[in-house]
C-alpha cells in the first residue's frame, strides 16, 4: 500500500469553527489531491497541488483552502465549516512525468461531521 | 469536462465473470481510460488502465472497443470480496480529473 495517512480520521466540529485536515505521503510524489464523497455524487475534486507551493482548484473548491509547504504534506482549511461540508474527505497521491496522468493512489479517509 | 457513463448498479454471481461496462463518448486520441474500485468505505484502489489495445494485469482485463468510446472492465472469477463500486475514468491527459458516481457491482453467493 502506498504510504498515505490522514489526520485525524473522525472530526466533530460545530459550524463557524476553522477545520485544518492533513494528509501525509512517503512516496515523494509530485501529486496530491484532496476530494470529497457525498451520497449520489461520487468523488469530487476540491483542491490539487502539483509540487510545493503549487495548487489549483477542482470543481468544488469554494469554502475550502490548501497549503503545501513541504512535498510529503497537503493540508485542507476550512475556513468557516458549514453544515455542507459534512462528508468525507479523501487525500490521493500520483506520480507524474510531464501533464500525463498517472493512477492515484488514496488515503484512508476523514469522516468529518459539522453540527 | 471529460464525463464517462455506467450503469447504476450491477449483480454478479460468485465464481462469474464481471462485465462492467462504460462509455466515454467524448474520449480524445491521447486519452487513457482508467478504472478504480472502492469497496465500502475505504478509498479507491487503481486497478487498470489503457488507452486503445486491450489490457490485462493480475486484478483484471480491459477491453476497449476499436473507436475507443467504450470499454468493458472483466473481472473473471468474481468473489465477494470484489463487491464495490468500480469507476471509470478517462483522464484529460492533466491531473484534474474527477470521478462520477460509478457501478455499485454486488457479487451474489
Not at chain 1, 498515505?4 to 476553522?18: A, D, L, N, Y
Not at chain 2, 479507491?44 to 489495445?53: D, F, M, S, T, V
Request: charged share 20%.
Amino acid at each position: 500500500d502506498a504510504g498515505i495517512t490522514q489526520s485525524p480520521r473522525h472530526k466533530v466540529t460545530e459550524t463557524g469553527t476553522p477545520v485544518t485536515l492533513r494528509c501525509h505521503q512517503t512516496e515523494n510524489h509530485r501529486y496530491m489531491y484532496w476530494y470529497r464523497q457525498d451520497p449520489g455524487h461520487g468523488l469530487r475534486l476540491i483542491h490539487y497541488s502539483y509540487g510545493v507551493k503549487d495548487t489549483d482548484k477542482g470543481e468544488v473548491s469554494d469554502g475550502y483552502s490548501v497549503s503545501r509547504s513541504k512535498t510529503e504534506d497537503f493540508l485542507l482549511t476550512l475556513e468557516s465549516a458549514t453544515s455542507s461540508q459534512t462528508s468525507v474527505y479523501f487525500c490521493a497521491i500520483s506520480e507524474s512525468v510531464g501533464s500525463a496522468y498517472y493512477e492515484q493512489y488514496f488515503g484512508p479517509g476523514t469522516r468529518l461531521t459539522v453540527t | 469536462d471529460a464525463k464517462t457513463t455506467q450503469p447504476t448498479s450491477m449483480d454478479c454471481a460468485e465464481g462469474r465473470a464481471a462485465n462492467l461496462p462504460c462509455n466515454h463518448s467524448t474520449i480524445s486520441g491521447n486519452e487513457y481510460v482508467y478504472w478504480y474500485r472502492q469497496i465500502h468505505s475505504q478509498g479507491p484502489q487503481y486497478i487498470i488502465h489503457g488507452l486503445k489495445n486491450n489490457e490485462t494485469n493480475e486484478m483484471a482485463s480491459l477491453i476497449i472497443t476499436e473507436d475507443r468510446k467504450s470499454s468493458t472492465l472483466i473481472l473473471p472469477h468474481a468473489t465477494l470480496r470484489d463487491t464495490a463500486v468500480y469507476y471509470c475514468i478517462e483522464t484529460g491527459g492533466y491531473q484534474k480529473v474527477t470521478f462520477g458516481t460509478g457501478t455499485k457491482l454486488q457479487v451474489i453467493p
